[in-house]
C-alpha cells in the first residue's frame, strides 16, 4: 500500500523567538524544514506533503527548491487545523493507506522510527513513538504542589502514523477543541495507537535554547 508523510509547518515559532517562523531557522546551514524534510525521504515513503503558514510562500520555496515535493497546503490556526487541510489535500490527489504525520519543529528523524511506526499502524490502526518519563513530575503554581506519579506515563513524539482513510475520517469528525497531536484525534474516533519505542533525537525543538542545543550536538557529530 501507499504510504506518505504530512509534514505540518505552518506554524509562528512564537516561543522560539529569532524573527522568523523556527522551521526557517538553520541549524548547520541548513533550514530546520529541509532537516525534517530528509527524515522523510526513506525508502518506503512515496511523497512528503507539507503543510505551511499564510504568507510563508516565499520562505518555503527557497529552503525546499533542491527537493520535489507536491505544492503545499496552506495550514489553519491551531496545529490539528493544519493537519486536517493537509489531510484533505492527500485525499484530493488519490489518499494513501498509511500517513505519517509529522512537526517540522522534531528535525531529526532515525530511520528505525519510521519502519516501527508503519508496522505498527499496519497492526494497530495508529502507532505513536513514546519515551518514559525520567524527571519528577508535580503540579506547580507560585509554590511547588504535589507530585504526579509517573509510573505508566509516556511522552509522545511524532512522526504519528495511522491507516489514511481512518484518520481522514476522524479529524472530520473532531470536534474536542484544541489538539496537540493525531493520536488523541485517532482515540476519540476508537483507532487503537501502538506505541513504538521513541528516540531523544526525536525531541521537539521549542525555545532559542533548543536550537542552540541542537546545532552543538550536530557540530560535534552527536547527532
Ligand atoms: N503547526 C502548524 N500549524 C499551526 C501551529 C503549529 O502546522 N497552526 C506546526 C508547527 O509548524 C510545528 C508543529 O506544528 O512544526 C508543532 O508546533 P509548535 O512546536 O507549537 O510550533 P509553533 O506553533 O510554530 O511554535 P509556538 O507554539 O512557539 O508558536
Ligand atoms: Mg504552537
Known sequence: GKIVAL???AGSGTRAGGG???QYRTIAGKPMIGHAIEGLLHPRIAAVHVVIGQGQERQFADATRTYSL??????????HDSA???LEAIAA?????????????????????VDALIDGARGAGGAVPGLPVVDTL????DLLGDVVPRAGLIRVQTPQAFRFPAILAAHRAWKNGIATDDAQIARAAGIEVAVVEG?????????????VRAEERLAASLI
Not at 70 to 79: N, V, Y
Not at 98 to 113: E, G, K, M, T, Y
Not at 138 to 141: L, M, T
Open 199 to 211: 528516540d531523544t533525537m526525536l525531541e521537539k525543538l521549542t525555545y532559542e535554547a533548543d536550537f
Open 84 to 86: 486536517r487541510r493537509g
Open 7 to 9: 509534514l505540518v509547518a
Open 138 to 141: 508535580a503540579r506547580s503554581g
Open 20 to 22: 522568523l517562523p523556527k
Open 70 to 79: 507536491p505544492e503545499p497546503t496552506l495550514g489553519g490556526s491551531e496545529r
Open 93 to 113: 490527489q488519490g489518499g494513501a493507506d498509511i500517513v505519517l504525520i509529522h512537526d517540522a519543529a522534531r528535525p531529526f528523524l532515525p530511520s528505525r522510527v
